[in-house]
C-alpha cells in the first residue's frame, strides 16, 4: 500500500507541518489584529455603528487567540509558573471575549437599531462601562500569564529569552488600556506578536534543535 493512500485507498490528506502551524498560531492573530485595529472607529456612532459592529464579530474568535499563542511557547512544559500562565490565559480569554461581546457587538448593534441616539446613550454608556471593567479584567489576566511564562522562559532558556520577554511585559501591560485602538492598541498587538517571534526563534526552537526540551521549569 502506498504511503500516501489512506486504508480506503483514498489520497490521504496533506497534514500541515508543526512548525507551520506554530508560525501561523504565533503571529496569525497579533497580525490579524492590527490589521482589524486599523479599520476599528475610535468612537461608536450611527455612521460608524454597523462597521464598529463588523469588526467585533469579526474578532470574536481571534482574540483568545493571544492567549493560544502564549501557551504554544509554553508547549509540553510543567511547573508553578507555568501554572500560572494557563491560569492567566484562562481568565483572558474568557474576560477579554466578554468586553468584545459587550461593549463591541451589544453595544454596536443597540446603536444601529436606535431611531434617536439620544434614546439609547445611556445605554451604550453603561455597556460601555461594564465592558471595560470585564476587559480590564480580561487585560490582567493576560498581563499574569506574560509574568508566568517570562519567569518559566527564562529559567529553561536563560539569556536568549529575555528580549523577546521584555518586549511582551511591555505590550501586556499597554494591553491593559489600549484594546486596538489605533496607534497605541495597533502599536501593542505588534510587540506582543514581536515578543511571541523572538522567544520561538531565539530560545525555544535553538533548545528543542539542541534537544534542550525536558528541563524542569520554574
Do not use: N
Not at 486599523?38 to 463588523?54: G, K, S, V
Not at 529569552?161 to 502599536?187: D, F, K, N, T
Request: net charge positive; charged share 15%; glycine share 12%.
Amino acid at each position: 500500500m502506498s504511503k500516501l493512500s489512506s486504508p480506503a485507498g483514498a489520497p490521504a490528506r496533506p497534514r500541515i507541518p508543526r512548525r507551520t502551524a506554530r508560525f501561523a498560531l504565533l503571529l496569525g492573530p497579533p497580525a490579524f489584529l492590527a490589521l482589524a485595529g486599523l479599520l476599528h472607529p475610535h468612537h461608536l456612532m450611527p455612521d460608524t455603528a454597523h462597521r464598529w459592529t463588523a469588526v467585533h464579530l469579526v474578532l470574536l474568535p481571534v482574540f483568545p487567540l493571544l492567549a493560544a499563542g502564549l501557551l504554544t511557547l509554553l508547549r509540553s512544559a510543567t511547573g508553578r509558573a507555568v501554572t500560572v500562565a494557563r491560569v492567566g490565559c484562562y481568565v483572558y480569554a474568557i474576560f477579554y471575549t466578554g468586553l468584545d461581546a459587550i461593549a463591541g457587538i451589544a453595544a454596536g448593534r443597540l446603536m444601529i437599531g436606535a431611531e434617536d441616539v439620544i434614546d439609547v446613550q445611556g445605554q451604550i454608556d453603561e455597556l460601555s462601562e461594564i465592558g471595560g471593567a470585564v476587559g480590564l479584567i480580561g487585560g490582567l489576566g493576560f498581563l499574569v500569564a506574560a509574568v508566568g511564562a517570562a519567569v518559566a522562559l527564562i529559567s529553561r532558556y536563560g539569556r536568549p529569552a529575555v528580549p523577546g520577554v521584555v518586549l511582551l511585559l511591555v505590550a501586556s501591560v499597554s494591553w491593559l488600556g489600549s484594546h486596538i485602538y489605533w496607534p497605541e492598541g495597533v502599536l501593542t498587538v505588534v510587540a506582543i506578536g514581536t515578543g511571541f517571534a523572538l522567544l520561538e526563534f531565539r530560545a525555544v526552537r535553538p533548545a528543542e534543535a539542541r534537544g534542550v526540551v525536558d528541563a524542569p521549569l520554574a
